[in-house]
């Protein structure tokens, strides 16, 4: 019976992973699919590289939300990579016993709390502090880099904290042995022995943070223009999408298929760059 019980679920576990990844190959071929003719339509160079997204006029240049997208992305990787990784530092190796029963589930709660939500927080908190302080609407890249770089700290803090657990003791005491300070040895020690653990945290962040919707749209400002500066409004690849597809039909639906091509494009760049570090790393 045990041999059969295995076996079972040998067939269970091997269902499964087929599952996953006939799932993603379907997404594939759907997309590509889909989205390919129409940027062939339209005229790659003037898909990718046109400036002008005005669907009545047959315009379907995606440069300004690819724009918008990385910097976005970048400016919530600016914000949210040092806080995440210091306070993963922080409840890993400073954190109180007490305050560390608190401060866990405080982080898990964020990584729970519907991306609606933190747009409200964002529209009504956010929002109001960046138009007091630089004027203008106050929905504009800053504010939706700055939330964010809020909505990714769990994922970033979360896998980087289990991976510096995860290192072993005497990487640390080693290092305090030779004569290192504590923080010397967490740093120069500890880090660069989790480093791969904590690059996948922050691969995860940037997935979240580039492929984020809901949230975004609620205090980016949707302007569909080339973003020239930090109080200004721009609309990323996801917002262009969910905007317009309730209403789109023809051309404008399959350009809107086409953007959710580039956005995937942009997802597979960054983990097959990880992966590239990864194997570069352990030769």
């Avoid at 305050?99 to 964020?110: E, F, G, N, S």
């Avoid at 109001?128 to 994922?155: A, D, E, F, R, Y």
């Avoid at 949230?215 to 969910?242: E, F, K």
Wanted: some cysteine; hydrophobic content about 55%; proline content about 4%.
């Amino acid at each position: 019976m045990r041999k059969y019980s295995e076996n079972i679920m040998k067939i269970v576990f091997l269902t499964a992973a087929c599952v996953s990844i006939i799932a993603v190959i379907l997404i594939c071929v759907f997309l590509f699919a889909s989205g390919v003719p129409a940027i062939k339509e339209i005229g790659v160079s003037d898909f990718l590289l046109g400036d002008s997204w005005k669907p009545n006029q047959d315009l379907y240049g995606v440069f300004p939300m690819i724009i918008g997208s990385v910097y976005v992305t970048a400016g919530a990787i600016l914000i949210g990579v040092p806080i995440g990784l210091l306070c993963a530092v922080f409840m890993a190796r400073y954190c109180p016993k007490g305050l560390y029963k608190v401060l866990k589930p405080a982080v898990d709660l964020l990584a729970g709390i519907p991306s609606i939500v933190y747009g409200f927080f964002g529209l009504m908190v956010i929002v109001p502090l960046v138009q007091g302080s630089l004027g203008g609407s106050g929905k504009c890249l800053l504010t939706s880099s700055v939330l964010l770089g809020i909505m990714i700290l769990p994922t970033i803090i979360s896998v980087s904290e289990s991976n510096i657990r995860a290192v072993p003791e005497y990487y640390y005491e080693g290092s305090l042995a030779l004569g290192a300070t504590r923080e010397r040895s967490i740093f120069r020690a500890v880090l660069p022995a989790a480093k791969m653990g904590i690059m996948a945290g922050i691969i995860l962040g940037i997935g979240r943070a580039i492929g984020e919707t809901m949230a975004v749209v609620m205090v980016c400002g949707n302007q569909a223009i080339m973003p020239d500066g930090l109080t200004n409004g721009v609309r990323t690849l996801t917002a262009n999408i969910v905007l317009e597809m309730g209403y789109a039909s023809g051309l404008h639906r399959e350009a809107l298929i086409s953007t959710a091509v580039v956005l995937f494009v942009f997802i597979l760049i960054i983990n097959l760059s990880f992966m590239a570090l990864k194997r570069r790393a352990d030769r």
